[in-house]
């Protein structure tokens, strides 16, 4: 990723953070299982509490984005965590599908090509280490 691409991803959370959480991770789940109602199997009936994992963790990989050697660990270990749910490769492209549209709705008209470019090599890069770590293991 780029300097730029890392400032205008930390800056468009910063925005994009001021939605509810909860708000957040409903739209997102409901994009993820209306396009792939196979994945919600892997899913607790109850997902408040997953909803509050999920911008927690990209709450700390947006702000670690310009060094993710600090979170290595904590990435390896996440990777671990989803393989044991039954996460595959081919699901990351499904979460990054279903994360970029929530973004582009949240953030409404402050989207644009940049910053969807940006928020891609930011997921992708994640993505790729989530993936590796697991082959690693």
């Known amino acids: 990723?780029?300097?730029e691409q890392i400032t205008l991803v930390k800056n468009s959370w910063k925005m994009?953070?001021?939605?509810?959480?909860?708000?957040i991770g409903d739209v997102f789940y409901s994009?993820?299982?209306?396009?792939?109602?196979?994945?919600q199997q892997m899913f607790p009936?109850?997902?408040?509490?997953?909803?509050?994992?999920?911008?927690?963790?990209?709450?700390v990989i947006v702000a670690k984005l310009d060094d993710l050697?600090?979170?290595t660990a904590d990435i390896k270990m996440m990777a671990m965590r989803h393989e044991g749910y039954g996460v595959k490769p081919q699901h990351y492209?499904?979460?990054?599908n279903a994360?970029?549209?929530?973004?582009?709705?949240?953030?409404?008209?402050?989207w644009n090509d940049d910053l969807e470019e940006a928020w891609m090599a930011a997921y992708t890069t994640l993505a790729e280490a989530m993936i590796a770590a697991v082959r690693q293991s």
């Open 69 to 71: 050697s600090g979170i």
């Open 31 to 39: 994009k993820l299982f209306c396009d792939n109602p196979q994945l």
């Open 93 to 96: 492209r499904l979460a990054g």
């Open 1 to 3: 990723m780029t300097d």
């Open 99 to 110: 994360l970029l549209w929530t973004l582009k709705r949240g953030l409404g008209n402050d």
């Open 16 to 23: 994009f953070r001021k939605v509810d959480a909860g708000l």
């Open 45 to 59: 009936t109850s997902m408040d509490q997953q909803y509050k994992k999920l911008i927690d963790m990209l709450s």
